[in-house]
């Protein structure tokens, strides 16, 4: 009995231990390999790059690429999003500060869950009119 519960709380802390934080930009695979980070095109989120819209046709599948690029690693890692739902990643797109939580395969991070940052805050333009 000693040696199944001594098993499973092993068991349990591997679990715990393989889940990894990462903080970073999320965006479009193209625009991470192209530097595009503030100005990324939104049309790479649907047909995988700038300007595809022009080829691409609706009825074609979507290339749904999301990277997290991690500044301090200058790594950009895929994400796979199966166990979430994807509309959810719409608030967080292109902005940085977002922390995901997952676990690492390789270069593939697969998020169990995920942190946005807070909206930016409105500012008031006072100057010259």
Request: with cysteine; hydrophobic share 35%.
């Amino acid at each position: 009995m000693k040696r199944t519960l001594m098993a499973l709380a092993v068991l349990i802390s591997f679990s715990y231990a393989a889940d990894i934080q990462k903080q970073g930009f999320l965006t479009s695979k193209w625009c991470a390999q192209n530097g595009y980070f503030s100005d990324c095109r939104l049309e790479s989120m649907v047909c995988g790059s700038g300007e595809c819209f022009k080829e691409w046709e609706y009825d074609q599948t979507i290339k749904d690429e999301l990277v997290l690029f991690v500044h301090a690693e200058n790594k950009a890692y895929d994400i796979d999003y199966t166990a979430i739902p994807r509309y959810t990643l719409d608030e967080p797109m292109n902005r940085n500060g977002v922390s995901i939580t997952g676990e690492l395969k390789g270069d593939v991070l697969v998020v169990k869950s995920f942190k946005a940052p807070p909206p930016p805050t409105k500012s008031f333009f006072k100057g010259c009119l």
